[in-house]
């Protein structure tokens, strides 16, 4: 009995200590999410095309600062970012990589640099939007297509990194 309380005791001054999970230093309560319904009162700056199957994002809304967007998609919600590097081009990814997606905890700005908030590799954002080929972290690849005012991705390609948010 008092190996019991012992070892109960020993538990629960283990979690108070070490806590039950981490805070994840990216705060993107606030990223706006793909209005998928025309009718939507939903604060968000994309739009999905019924007729295309494309979530657009206004070019006018870029900047060097990154923008965070989610996607509500079948299986989870998708969460990806757009940024333009230091000489205006646009780059696209998702908000995860093939290694650290399981923890969830996705990217952040550190000036021209793109940071896994999990193991802590950093990425040139002129280097953003090319094909993963050998895993590891890297920001998921996310095609887009340029128009004169906006970039547009295939609900299809959102929905291929659907796994990263299950």
């Known amino acids: 009995m008092l190996r019991l309380a012992s070892l109960s005791f020993l538990v629960i001054g283990l979690t108070l200590i070490v806590g039950c999970g981490e805070e994840d230093p990216k705060d993107d309560t606030d990223a706006p999410e793909a209005d998928t319904d ?6 968000t700056d994309t739009d999905t095309d019924a007729d295309t199957d494309t979530v657009s994002v206004p070019k006018s809304d870029l900047s060097t600062t ?11 919600t998708i ?31 550190d000036g021209d640099l793109m940071v896994c908030n999990n193991c802590g590799n950093s990425y040139g954002i002129e280097d953003l939007g090319t094909a993963n080929t050998s ?5 998921g690849y996310l095609p887009f297509t340029e128009t004169d005012t906006d970039l547009l991705i295939l609900v299809s390609d959102l929905e291929s990194g659907s796994y990263y948010f299950e």
């Open 38 to 43: 025309t009718d939507s009162d939903a604060d």
């Open 135 to 139: 895993g590891g972290c890297w920001p």
């Open 66 to 76: 990154v923008t965070f967007y989610e996607y509500q998609g079948v299986a989870a």
């Open 79 to 109: 969460a990806y970012f757009a940024v333009l590097d230091g000489a205006g081009e646009p780059h696209v990814a998702f908000d995860a990589c093939d290694s650290c997606y399981p923890a969830g905890k996705g990217y952040s700005q």
